[in-house]
């Protein structure tokens, strides 16, 4: 017997087809269909969608579920759980595990994991090089046949740049983007927070944007004359998006993510040294906050990635200086969004579901991010009004290091669907 979804009446927006209108979505066996007939129809799981946005199932290119070896902050099964309770239906995992994700081995690892205990889709990257060590090369070609959809070493950014340049030829000629955390660490050694006036007031080492801004320029040079696709993780900075403006206007092939953390919040947040405002890179002044919004409005950022780090309130209750960086966000990215973005008149609807679906999918070349006949039904149904208090307490993650916590958001998530299957019904988990 065939596995049949109905979903009925909601209001459908798919970005990629300029799709928008009150209409149905059809599913059978996991497959997204134009229309079905009568006995399908009859046999079909019917879903009411009325008053509902139904949009693909959200992608996020930048996730840390922290499997292998850290699982007391986060586990494929919680953070799955905690993508799924956010609508997101695939993401992308970085690299920096323990062990770390430089040899095949390790990949086999984690998706033998994602396949006994994942509820949604997850993709593996591989590091750019060995232990993350910023050294020695990678094997890209082994990571490459093992799985990973892109090559990075997340928060080690690699600092010789010669290495670098090795590095993105290589990943070039296995057809794969490279992403990096930009990150000139010799300016930021024992920097916890932007460096500015709230630095000074606090009395807390400043991090100059400088160290973000150096490497951006630096990977805009190494893209033009390799021809490697390079994207910037979690632009902070209001001159590396006006760098990465000027280089997408000569046709530079270079991307930029920018993250809910960094759209909503300024370093003002500090002021009562709250470790669950401590990030890399750190956040900055409303006017870097403003050219990341206005970024993301004229295409400058491609997309809108969580960067989804868990760390466990042991961790983060100590002096602001030794607490580690890092937020989670899939639970409440969307709402979180939808009040950044659309609900302050800056996007469209149709905007933010794409800078959240098909756009980080096109980067990393995933099926996904669409609601195209014949795609994976993975879909994502919300209410785009519908307001709600932030509990971290109540999260599926196993970590609480999450900024909104108490924050009332706009924009809830009703029901998660893959491959045809619901996952998540608006309060559980039902896979």
């Not at 993350?132 to 082994?142: D, F, R």
């Not at 090559?151 to 070039?172: H, L, P, S």
């Not at 006006?242 to 500090?270: C, M, N, Q, W, Y």
């Not at 196993?398 to 996952?423: D, E």
Request: hydrophobic share 40%; aromatic share 6%.
């Amino acid at each position: 017997m065939s596995n049949i979804l109905w979903i009925q009446g909601g209001r459908v927006i798919d970005p990629a087809n300029n799709r928008d209108s009150v209409s149905d979505v059809f599913a059978i066996d996991g497959k997204l269909v134009g229309s079905l007939n009568e006995a399908q129809k009859a046999e079909a799981t019917q879903v009411d969608a009325s008053g509902l946005v139904v949009a693909p199932g959200l992608v996020d290119i930048h996730v840390h579920f922290r499997y292998p070896g850290q699982t007391h902050k986060e586990d494929i099964s919680s953070g799955t759980k905690a993508a799924a309770a956010g609508g997101f239906t695939s993401v992308v995992c970085m690299p920096n595990t323990s062990p770390v994700c430089d040899n095949a081995g390790t990949i086999q690892r984690i998706m033998d994991e994602v396949r006994r205990k994942a509820v949604i889709k997850v993709y593996p990257t591989g590091c750019l090089t060995l232990g993350m060590q910023g050294e020695h090369l990678a094997p890209t070609g082994q990571l490459k046949n093992a799985g990973v959809v892109a090559m990075t070493d997340d928060g080690q950014c690699v600092q010789n740049n010669e290495i670098m340049r090795r590095a993105v030829e290589y990943a070039k000629m296995f057809d794969l983007i490279i992403m990096d955390h930009c990150q000139d660490a010799s300016l930021t050694k024992g920097a916890v927070m932007n460096e500015g006036e709230w630095s000074l007031r606090l009395g807390l080492r400043g991090w100059p944007k400088a160290a973000e801004d150096i490497i951006v320029a630096r990977n805009v040079i190494l893209a033009e004359i390799t021809g490697a696709h390079i994207h910037m993780q979690h632009v902070s900075s209001s001159a590396s998006v006006d760098i990465l403006r000027r280089a997408k206007e000569r046709g530079v092939p270079v991307s930029g993510e920018a993250s809910p953390h960094h759209i909503e919040f300024t370093d003002a947040k500090l002021a009562d040294y709250d470790t669950g405002f401590k990030m890399n890179p750190p956040l900055r002044t409303d006017a870097d906050r403003e050219a990341l919004i206005q970024g993301l409005c004229d295409g400058t950022l491609d997309c809108i990635a969580t960067d989804h780090a868990p760390h466990t309130p042991t961790e983060k209750d100590c002096e602001f200086d030794y607490a580690p960086f890092g937020i989670i966000g899939l639970e409440n990215s969307l709402a979180s969004n939808l009040g950044t973005l659309y609900h302050s008149k800056r996007l469209s609807l149709n905007e933010v579901i794409a800078l959240m679906t098909h756009k980080g999918a096109e980067l990393c070349k995933l099926d996904a991010g669409t609601l195209s006949d014949g795609a994976p039904a993975d879909i994502c149904l919300f209410d785009p009004d519908e307001s709600w208090t932030v509990d971290a307490d109540k999260f599926f993650s196993k970590s609480r290091n999450c900024p909104w916590h108490g924050q009332t958001l706009k924009g809830k998530v009703k029901a998660t669907f893959v491959n045809g299957k619901q996952i998540f019904d608006g309060q559980s988990i039902t896979a």
